[in-house]
């Protein structure tokens, strides 16, 4: 990394390869995936590390699909958050009604069947602790600065420049906009989204219950949305826990974060049944409206959305952080790549390569999280019958569960190196 410099602009300015925007998991996932391979990066993040760490800053837990574990080992953090990572072995998916439990059909995957889990279930909370502790080994090749607002970024023909809110800049050869749905990059460079929003909210929380859950994943399609029960690691004192995704229309989920422990109990046990025992909520409960985006583009002059800022969509399969990790994959080789022929890697051809490489596979992902929660959402008798008699016919046909299986895995199509857990 080239040393401090002095602008005519006045403030000392950094020089480096990449300049990241955004330090969310994506975001940081990225500069780690770069600084490892030789990049030098500024990773610049307006939150504060601490705050976003806090129990209240975020109460979701993803699930890190096989694929994305795979460049996580390769780049060498996954040894940070195996320890609170939960082995997705099995996945149950039915469709009932509330109060009647899951109906008689149903599909059952079996991670026997591909050699290893379908992902992990890992609270966002200890993801961001173990990028924190990774990131801090990496100071060779990365300037990290949080928090720290980001006044300004111009991008010129052959550079980048952006003006921090301390009176610093950092020039670069390329800026990738991590910076989330609302992406304030992406509305400068004035590329274009296609949105939409969905009467729903999503309702996260995590719960304690009696019996283990033995790492199977639910997913229950109910009429207000799908409502997910995803297996936990054991708590300090050995309570068997799982985080919840109940999906509700928006007038509904604001009552229900209200409800006391108890009737927020009952009404978990309406929807899930008896499975795992009686459970207890524990911690604080979050509400995330939700809604869909797609980029009409990815990239811009010496420009790139990666995650959030150039696709968001529906959570009924879990795909989305997963969606970013597969453009950090892709991303990152293509960065790599370049810098070893000794090109410039925020030339049009790179950036071109990166979005014909991950453009059709967002496509796909955004159109059917979208389609299957428009079909779930139905309940009418024809349209019900239709599905169970679907789920069924699956469940029987193993050829076909392999692809789902290994779609949910994200290990189709052309993956990057890191996917397939070797390194650049």
């Known amino acids: 990394m080239r040393g401090p410099s002095m602008t005519d602009a006045g403030g000392e300015t950094l020089d480096v390869e990449v300049l990241i925007v955004g330090g969310g998991l994506v975001g940081a996932t990225l500069a780690a995936a770069l600084a490892v391979n030789g990049v030098t990066v500024a990773l610049i993040d307006r939150e504060d590390p601490k705050t976003v760490l806090d129990a209240g800053f975020d109460g979701r837990a993803s699930a890190v699909a096989a694929g994305a574990r795979h460049m996580l080992q390769a780049i060498g953090m996954w040894a940070e958050i195996d320890p609170h990572a939960q082995p ?200 995330y409206p939700l809604s869909a985006l797609h980029a009409t583009r990815y990239t811009a002059q010496r420009l790139a959305l990666v995650g959030d800022s150039a696709h968001a969509i529906h959570p009924i399969a879990g795909q989305g952080l997963n969606m970013g990790f597969r453009d950090v994959a892709a991303f990152a080789q293509c960065i790599v790549e370049q810098r070893r022929l000794g090109l410039d890697v925020g030339s049009p051809e790179v950036l071109q390569r990166y979005e014909r490489w991950r453009r059709l596979d967002n496509t796909t992902l955004v159109a059917a999280t979208d389609g299957l929660n428009r079909l779930f959402a139905t309940d009418l008798p024809p349209v019900r019958l239709a599905r169970d008699l679907g789920l069924s016919a699956v469940d029987r046909m193993d050829p076909l569960k392999k692809v789902f299986m290994r779609h949910a895995m994200g290990m189709v199509g052309e993956l990057p190196r890191l996917l397939r857990a070797q390194p650049l």
């Not at 509330?98 to 059909?105: E, H, I, M, S, T």
């Not at 719960?207 to 199977?216: K, N, Y």
Request: proline fraction near 6%.
């Open 88 to 287: 997705i072995r099995w996945i149950t998916v039915s469709d009932g009604k509330v109060d009647r439990g899951a109906g008689p059909c149903k599909l059952h995957y079996d991670s026997r069947d591909v050699g290893e889990p379908f992902g992990h279930i890992v609270e966002n909370r200890e993801l961001r602790r173990a990028q924190q502790r990774f990131l801090a080994g990496l100071d060779a090749n990365l300037v990290h600065l949080a928090p720290m607002g980001v006044e300004r970024v111009v991008r010129r023909p052959h550079e980048v420049v952006a003006d921090l809110a301390d009176g610093r800049h950092v020039r670069a050869r390329l800026v990738a906009a991590c910076d989330g749905r609302n992406s304030r990059l992406r509305r400068e460079a004035e590329i274009e989204v296609r949105s939409w929003g969905y009467e729903q909210a999503a309702i996260v929380g995590t719960l304690t219950h009696e019996r283990a859950h033995r790492g199977v994943a639910y997913e229950h399609f109910l009429p207000a949305g799908p409502f997910a029960m995803l297996p936990m690691v054991d708590g300090p004192d050995g309570e068997h826990r799982s985080s919840i995704v109940w999906t509700e229309n928006r007038d509904l989920a604001d009552r229900a974060v209200e409800l006391s422990p108890e009737a927020f109990a009952e009404q978990i046990h309406r929807r899930f049944g008896d499975t795992h025992g009686a459970v207890t909520p524990v911690g604080p409960r979050f509400r």
